[in-house]
């Protein structure tokens, strides 16, 4: 499976943007996918995840309320609407697909992934 990622690019706070990744080379419905993130300087991390079938999400703490993570499994695609960004949320944003797990939770570890995108920048200015 080939993710690409776009989208990203120069807000303010405040702003909304909308991530899209598009899947090519696979059956993308088998997928779980997630957003992570990864400012300068720290960690990857997580951002939002959705199941195959688009039923269950979940998001992390800090993006609860403003992010919302949804896909299209006709087309092939999973977005991140972005609302009322922050400064702290500038980052790389990577979209990731996970052919098999058996909890919602799973979902959110980076490192059980096994597809990545290469990333789009989000940036914030304040």
């Known amino acids: 499976v080939q993710l690409q990622a776009f989208g990203g690019g120069l807000v303010q706070t405040g702003d909304s943007l909308r991530l899209s990744c598009a899947a090519s080379g696979g059956s993308f419905s088998a997928y779980g996918m997630g957003w992570f993130r990864q400012a300068p300087g720290k960690e990857r991390e997580f951002v939002a995840a959705?199941?195959?079938?688009?039923?269950?999400?979940d998001y992390a703490d800090s993006v609860k309320g403003r992010f919302t993570i949804s896909r299209d499994n006709a087309k092939n695609t999973v977005a991140l609407q972005m609302n009322s960004l922050k400064p702290e949320d500038t980052a790389v944003y990577y979209c990731a697909a996970k052919r098999t797990y058996y909890s919602r939770i799973q979902l959110q570890d980076s490192g059980g992934y096994d597809y990545w995108g290469q990333g789009t920048q989000v940036t914030v200015s304040s």
């Open positions: 959705i199941t195959m079938s688009g039923t269950n999400t």
